[in-house]
């Protein structure tokens, strides 16, 4: 199986950019992930700076003592994302991470979510998979969930903590502790799901799609992979979402398998 992967990144209508992504091809497999900061890049820059370090140590350490559990790895390696994060004074981060691992004889990508940073994949028999969003505004199991924590939901399509100081999109995220309290998750959801031939796996920052979470997803994912089986790659996606006026960062990672 042949892979083409194609990366984009641009600052959007914005004068400061808090996307950053990672693509890299490993001995173990292709890793691709995307974080979308809020509140300043110094959490987004922590943790997508040492997103590969921490993915390499837990990988080993992982497969010197069993068989490697990949969404176990995923949950492991955010949990010490977090961690280096705990004690920021503000910002936080989304995080939608994606491996492919070479060893199996079927591909198989395994996916970790923080935030509503989309992840798009098609599998082995065509069907288009959405990665989990915790945008409040449109996962109402997300919001009950966070107000039992605590956290307050006037109605405004933000989450906040009790005093109603500090609002958010986000259910869950990478750091944040120091506003939020108790509020927010931290953990992922992930899933695995199989891969086929033509594949394809779209990562993206919500600047691709629309930020204000208006517009129904799955419309929103058949025409980026309508786009990319006509030949597009990430440059084109994220041109495609200026040209459209989304108003945030935008940032694509395609990958593509290929007969």
């Not at 109402?140 to 399509?157: C, N, T």
């Not at 990562?203 to 419309?219: Q, R």
């Not at 929103?220 to 790659?233: E, L, T």
Request: proline share 3%; with cysteine; net charge negative.
């Amino acid at each position: 199986m042949f892979v083409n992967t194609t990366v984009f990144s641009a600052l959007g209508r914005r004068d400061y950019q808090e996307d950053r992504c990672v693509q890299a091809s490993l001995s173990s497999g292709d890793l691709l992930a995307v974080f979308d900061g809020h509140s300043g890049s110094t959490v987004v820059e922590i943790v997508s700076k040492n997103l590969l370090v921490v993915f390499g140590s837990e990988y080993q350490k992982m497969k010197s003592n069993c068989p490697v559990d990949y969404e176990k790895l995923l949950r492991l390696v955010t949990a010490k994302l977090d961690d280096m994060v705990k004690d920021t004074e503000s910002g936080g981060s989304t995080m939608s991470l994606v491996f492919i691992p070479n060893e199996n004889e079927g591909r198989v990508a395994y996916v970790a979510v923080i935030g509503d940073s989309p992840v798009v994949i098609t599998d082995n028999v065509g069907k288009i998979f959405i990665g989990p969003d915790h945008n409040v505004r449109n996962n109402l199991k997300e919001r009950k969930a966070a107000e039992l924590r605590g956290g307050l939901y006037p109605g405004d399509g933000y989450l906040y903590e009790p005093q109603g100081r500090h609002g958010l999109q986000l259910a869950r995220d990478l750091g944040n502790r120091k506003k939020f309290g108790n509020v927010l998750s931290h953990e992922p959801d992930t899933a695995r799901v199989c891969l086929g031939e033509e594949s394809i796996v779209l990562i993206a920052s919500d600047g691709v799609f629309d930020p204000a979470h208006e517009t129904d997803t799955m419309l929103q994912a058949k025409h980026f992979v309508d786009m990319i089986r006509a030949g597009s790659d990430a440059k084109d996606l994220v041109e495609d979402a200026i040209a459209r006026q989304t108003g945030d960062n935008v940032t694509a990672i395609v990958w593509k398998a290929e007969k």
